[in-house]
């Protein structure tokens, strides 16, 4: 039985600048948003839905048995959108926790879902996400590739001190790749989508960093995978190829 207190969202929508349409691109049979989607659901970890803008991604998502909320069109992030969906979902306040859940990670695993929420027992914690160890040349130096930069709290998780598209930190020693998979305090959620882009969210071109820099506590979980993003033609060709045989 999923958790009544947790709200799984999935922020969806076609206007994607590099790959346009994405949430509805066949993938081994079946739309994208309906792979996350499902991966979501059989975590469960709480109720799951779609939060979009666009009445055909709805329609795909409720085809397949799974829920749907419309939402605005002039959200600026996708941490916007779920904020809507939630207040839509649960106006009377039940949830507790909200998971934001990508909807071009159709390779995500079910561990990885579950992975996110156990920092969030800490109530010191305001926001929990992933990272994984980076072992390639490649990983390390991509601009697209964001690393988390912590400390160790015990055991797999860290707390966030910072987060970067640079190679960061210099000299030996591990460096993780962050995931953008997040689980907010519902309190939390309510206090980042209130404040102002920060100085160095607009430098980085990374929303995270608001939260931070409002004092806000990140913790992430070190887990052993990194699902694939889909956000170009050639990500969406590996998708398929990975789900194809699975």
Do not use: C, W
Request: hydrophobic residues 40%; without cysteine; charged residues 25%.
């Amino acid at each position: 039985m999923t958790d009544p207190r947790i709200l799984v969202l999935i922020p969806a929508r076609m206007a994607a600048t590099r790959l346009p349409g994405k949430p509805l691109a066949d993938i081994a049979g079946l739309p994208m948003i309906v792979h996350v989607m499902r991966r979501a659901e059989a975590a469960g970890i709480g109720r799951v839905a779609v939060a979009t803008d666009t009445a055909e991604i709805a329609s795909v998502v409720t085809a397949h048995g799974g829920e749907a909320v419309m939402t605005r069109s002039d959200h600026p992030s996708g941490s916007d959108r779920i904020h809507e969906a939630m207040q839509e979902l649960d106006p009377s306040g039940k949830a507790e926790i909200v998971v934001n859940l990508q909807g071009d990670f159709p390779t995500i695993t079910i561990d990885n879902i579950r992975e996110v929420l156990p920092p969030l027992d800490d109530p010191a914690v305001d926001i929990a996400t992933l990272a994984s160890q980076i072992h390639t040349a490649e990983e390390d130096l991509a601009p697209s590739v964001v690393k988390a930069v912590g400390t160790s709290v015990g055991g797999r998780r860290m707390r966030a001190l910072y987060f970067t598209r640079a190679t960061a930190p210099t000299g030996d020693g591990p460096r993780y790749h962050h995931i953008g998979l997040y689980a907010y305090r519902r309190a939390a959620l309510e206090r980042y989508v209130r404040l102002p882009p920060s100085p160095l969210e607009l430098q980085e071109k990374l929303e995270q960093l608001r939260a931070l820099e409002a004092g806000m506590r990140i913790d992430f979980t070190i887990v052993d995978t990194v699902p694939r993003g889909v956000d170009t033609p050639a990500d969406l060709e590996t998708a398929r190829s990975i789900l194809s045989k699975s």
